[in-house]
């Protein structure tokens, strides 16, 4: 394994820091379990429209962009009040989740999405990128 450039890393930090409120730990190795646990518990949550296990896997202060055109909601209230309309506008959803990509303070999840309602069907590709904190919640969502 090659040996760990200190300096480099302290340098690529701040282009981190610029975006992480107050409070937040930035620029830090992400520990594997913790980065699969959550893209598996979206899909999984997603799926069977389980809104407070979906809320739950983010922090109470959290900021979800839905997409970079779209609404960004702030706070796990707003995050449930989310889900619940993508329920009403989805309808059932059929998740499947990709491996995930680890990074020093992300993981990078892929997705692929089929929405049925009783007249209309259609599917949804994407990916998103979360930060996650000491508690293993997502603090930072950005779809993408």
Known sequence: ???????????????????????????????????????????????????????????????????????????????LDYIRREQEAEGVANVRMGTPIIGDDHVVGELWTMMTKPDERGTLIGCFIAQLDESRRCWHFRQC
């Open 1 to 79: 394994m090659p040996a760990v450039d200190k300096k480099q890393i302290s340098r690529d930090c701040r282009f981190y820091q610029s975006d992480i409120p107050l409070g937040r730990v930035g620029c830090r190795r992400m520990n594997r379990d913790p980065a699969l646990a959550f893209v598996e518990g979206y899909g999984r949550t997603w799926e069977p429209w389980d809104f407070e296990g979906f809320a739950d896997l983010f922090t109470d202060d959290v900021i979800y962009v839905e997409h970079p055109t779209d609404e960004t909601v702030v706070g796990k209230e707003q995050v």
